[in-house]
Structure formats: C-alpha cells, structure tokens
C-alpha cells in the first residue's frame, strides 16, 4: 500500500514555539506539498517542493517555511507559532510531469496553538 | 490564475436519494479535473477524475463529466448511502510540470438512514 505518513496526529503548542510538522512518502515522488485545512476555506496551498532541496510558495506561506533535505521527506516548520495557525494540516506527494497525476495524502496533523 | 467554485454545503439526504454536487472552475492551460473525498478522520483520497472533454470519471456508483463549454464536472450519484457521508472536494491540475492541485472549499454530505 502507498503512504504518506504524518508523524503527528494531534499537536498542542504554545504560543511563540518553533514546530516542526513532518511528513514522509514511500512512493519515490517528486512533489511534495503542504495545505492548510480551516472551515468555510477548504484546502489552502502553505509550499510545495518538486525535488529535494526545491521549494515553492504556496498562497499562504506567510509564517511558515520548509525543508526537504532528502526526496522521502517534506517538513513543515512553523517559526514562531501564532493562535491563527492553529488548524488541520495535510500533506500529499505526487509524481512529476503528468497532468492527470494523483496526489496522495496523509492523514492529516491537527495542530492547536495556544 | 486557477479557481475552482463548488457547491456550498453541508448538504443533508435521505438513504437511496439522488445526489449532485456542482463544481465550475476557472485555469490556465487545458487542467484535468478530479473530485477527492475525506471520510472523518482521515486525509483525502481520490475518488474519479478526468482529463479532457467530455470525459466520464467514475467510481463507488458516482460520475461527473468534464464540460469545457461550461467550465463544470458537477459530482453525481443516482443512490446515496449512509457510507456515502464525508465531504467531498472538487479540484484542478493545470500549469507547469508540477501539476499543482487548486481545490474548492470542499461540501459536507450527510447521508441519513
């Protein structure tokens, strides 16, 4: 079975903290991607990353950066965790250069900052 | 740049009873287009999708069909089930080699015996 495993299901954090969200694949992908999931906003694009040590702004990736050291790997961090990052986070990876190319997701990390 | 406008939920039905949800998109390029369903506590996971026009995607008893006249790939099911209820997002691929995904804000569906 295909995987993409989010080390965390459940997170608590206070305000201020430096979080680290991570996610790994075992599909050999080339795009790995990080989305916030918040009520009423769908799924929102934070960064992704097309190969190791690659990385793109998502639509929201104020607050938060990236790192992917090695293909298996995409982690998020938050740099100075704030009350209005608390929400779900997804990871996905998918392979590159197919326009008709599934994303795969993990299960999600439910973060609270507070 | 891409958007994609789906219908606003949460949408509640009965068992057996015939369900659409409304998907209409905006994209550069030619996107393929795809619906993803989250079942509570889990991630999303793919549930049909098409790339080109007047493609069918199908899958568990439910369709939707790439309309380019009218920029849609409305979600339909002619019998829900309670197993049926999660929320359902509408997405598009399009652009560059990367193939981001752009999803709408996603329609809760509950499914009642």
């Known amino acids: 079975d295909v995987k993409v495993t989010q080390s965390s299901r459940y997170l608590v954090k206070r305000t201020g903290e430096k979080v680290f969200l991570e996610c790994v694949q075992d599909m050999d992908h080339e795009n790995m991607f990080w989305y916030r999931q918040d009520p009423g906003l769908g799924l929102r694009l934070i960064y992704f990353?097309?190969?190791?040590?690659?990385?793109e702004k998502g639509d929201i990736p104020e607050g938060y950066s990236v790192s992917r050291e090695k293909k298996e790997r995409f982690s998020l961090i938050l740099e100075s965790a704030s009350t209005n990052q608390t929400s779900m986070y997804l990871c996905a990876s998918s392979l590159s250069g197919r326009r008709d190319t599934e994303a795969f997701f993990g299960q999600g990390t439910r973060l609270t900052v507070v | 740049g891409n958007s994609v406008t789906q219908m606003e939920g949460p949408v509640t039905l009965s068992e057996e009873a015939f369900l659409t949800i409304n998907c209409t998109y905006t994209?550069?390029?030619?996107?393929?287009l795809f619906w993803y369903v989250q079942y509570p506590g889990e991630g999303l996971q793919l549930l049909l999708k098409?790339?080109?026009?007047?493609d069918k995607g199908s899958n568990k008893g439910f369709e939707a069909t790439y309309r380019k006249e009218t920029t849609s790939f409305h979600l339909e099911k002619g019998s829900v089930q309670v197993s049926d209820s999660a929320v359902y997002f509408c997405?598009?691929?399009?652009?560059?080699?990367?193939?981001?995904?752009?999803f709408g804000k996603g329609t809760l569906l509950t499914v009642n015996p």
């Open positions: 994209a550069t390029g030619y996107p393929s």
């Open positions: 098409a790339t080109k026009a007047d």
């Open positions: 997405a598009l691929s399009s652009g560059g080699s990367n193939y981001k995904l752009t």
């Open positions: 990353s097309y190969d190791v040590k690659m990385k």
